[in-house]
């Protein structure tokens, strides 16, 4: 009976950008704000600011699928470009 080896290691090099992506930053900001009116909606019962912290939040959302469709999310043509032009002037992640 032969044991078949298998190694479960990590890739060699982690991807260059990490998801630190202007989709993914601009999302998380908005979506931080978003969250924080909610908060302070519910806080100070004030109907209106958790509505506009849900708005925020959806509006959120949007703006991240956005800029991934049009190439600033990862593996995106925008971030690429931008990670080219890193690597360029010899910046490490």
Known sequence: MTEEHVDY??????????????????TTWILLAGGV????????????LIAVGGVVIVLGLL????LAILGHGKNGAGTAKRDRKALAAGRAH
């Open 9 to 26: 290691l990590p890739p060699t090099r982690t991807p260059w950008n990490e998801g630190k992506t202007l989709a993914a930053w601009l």
């Open 37 to 48: 009116a909610v908060a302070l909606g519910f806080v100070l019962p004030s109907t209106a």
């Open 63 to 66: 703006v991240g699928r956005i």
